[in-house]
């Protein structure tokens, strides 16, 4: 192998190496609204049995090149108290949501707004997952987004994706928005 040859693979190597660039996702949302079961759709794992989160799960996700690092924090009342200590360092936070349980709307749209008025997350990117489209009583993306007052985030981009975590559906065109805004961010 002639020393060009050499030099080009150590580049490539090189290139490599920095592609995969490592992200930290917080996955936060109330208890059943469905983290853990996007987490296990996007690491293609069995959706079928889950149970409550107690603490939170970690799953890495190889997606675009980049290397996801999600961290599911389990959503009871009891447990939210927590979410703080896991701010640092995020890069970007998926919130869930369970679009069928309107009775829960006012509470988990409460829980949103004390995260992004954390200073710790400040300019963040949020994906918000309307989960649970799936189900008749779903309410669509648009409501939520509207009920939300999302329009008046300016300090940071964020998206709304109507998903179904059972399904599957939806739930790689949000990763997709995530991996986009992240290489259009480093550019």
Known sequence: MGEAQKGLLSVIEKLKGSSEQEVRILLLGLDNAGKTT??????????STITP??????KSVASHGMKLNLWDIGG????????KKY???????IYVIDSADKKRFEETGMELSELI??????????????NKQDLATASPAS?????????????RVWQIQ???AVS???????????CNDIVNRKK
């Open 38 to 47: 996007i987490l296990k759709c996007l690491a293609s794992e069995d959706v």
């Open 53 to 58: 989160t107690q603490g939170f799960n970690i």
């Open 76 to 83: 009871q009342r009891k447990i939210r108290s927590f979410w």
């Open 87 to 93: 701010l640092e360092n995020t890069d970007l936070l």
């Open 117 to 130: 008025d954390q200073e710790i997350l400040k300019g963040v990117p949020i994906l918000i997952f309307a």
């Open 143 to 155: 409501e939520i987004a509207e009920g939300l007052n999302l329009h008046t985030y300016r300090d």
């Open 162 to 164: 109507a998903c179904s």
């Open 168 to 178: 599957g559906e939806g739930v790689q065109d949000g990763m997709n928005w995530i």
